[in-house]
């Protein structure tokens, strides 16, 4: 089916970052955030990543307008209903997400495609709570959202042919390459990804070396982009519990524990970038 009009709940990070790819795709965009503080810190979010894009040449100015002008923020869930595909980027807790899609099921047209943005929950929970099963799927964006170029598409058991093929061709119209995964916590990336950056956590909690010492061994040892604790800074000390916990909660397996060190930030506050402080400090930069 053709996608003509796209919603998102969430307008944080990855929410603000998939209206971006969108509104710039040619998609006009309806995204909803809980209050009016949130839509316009989403808004103020959306406006300075292009703007950045502007300054470093890679958009120009006039079609940063025309892709504001497809962008509609909003408080109201309601807004969503003539959505071709609405996409749930909520935070990573499951009864959130599921208490959405069954509110997004009841709201929107029966044509609709409901997806989740998720890193770690299984599809068919999600889809469970609708009374459309076949038209639930999978659509796991990578942070920054108009960077990234891959999306991870997941189909369930109930996900018809069509809806899929649906997915994969609006992940490839907004230039991103879509892989498939099984329908199982975690996916590709995250069920290799979480015990490699937990395992980083590991070391620098039983004293085996330093926090600088791990990041800079990944750079310059193995050619990433970014150290592990740097990373888990980015992704959020408590998302990475919460990933940690479904994970485990999935597979019983201790490679999927979330270290105690990781938990005690969380509860102390102090989960990255976000909060200005984690790993590192970010409140001086």
């Known amino acids: 089916m053709a996608l003509q009009k796209i919603g998102i709940v969430g307008c944080g990070l990855m929410g603000s970052g998939i209206a971006e790819a969108a509104i710039r795709s040619g998609y006009p965009t309806t995204v909803r955030e809980m209050t009016p503080d949130l839509v316009e810190k989403g808004r103020s979010r959306i406006q300075k990543i292009m703007g950045a894009a502007i300054a470093k040449g890679k958009l120009a100015a006039p079609e940063r307008e ?14 969503l209903a003539d959505c071709d595909l609405v996409i749930e980027a909520a935070t990573e807790d499951p009864q959130t997400k599921k208490q959405l899609f069954a509110s997004l099921d009841r709201i929107c047209k029966p044509a609709t495609i409901l997806a989740s943005n998720t890193s770690s929950i299984p599809i068919i929970e999600l889809a469970a709570t ?18 990234m170029k891959l999306v991870e598409v997941i189909r369930t058991i109930r996900t018809s042919d069509e809806i899929l093929a649906s997915a994969c061709a609006f992940a490839e119209s907004l230039g991103k390459r879509p892989i498939m995964a099984k329908d199982r916590a975690g996916f590709i990336v995250n069920v290799l990804l979480v015990p490699y950056l937990l395992d980083a956590v590991r070391l620098v909690e039983q004293g085996v070396t330093t926090k600088e010492d791990v990041d800079e061994g990944m750079r310059l040892g193995c050619g990433h982009p970014m150290g592990p604790l740097q990373l888990v800074d980015f992704i959020g000390i408590d998302t990475m519990c919460q990933i940690a916990e479904i994970l485990f909660e999935e597979f019983k397996e201790p490679r999927y524990s979330a270290p105690t060190l990781l938990k005690q930030m969380k509860i102390a506050g102090l989960n990255g970038c976000k909060s200005g402080r984690g790993f590192y400090d970010y409140e001086a930069r």
């Open 66 to 79: 025309a892709a504001l002008s497809r962008l509609m923020l909003t408080t109201r869930v309601e807004e």
């Open 130 to 147: 609708t009374q459309r099963p076949d038209r639930v799927v999978g659509l796991h964006f990578f942070n920054p959202v108009p960077v």
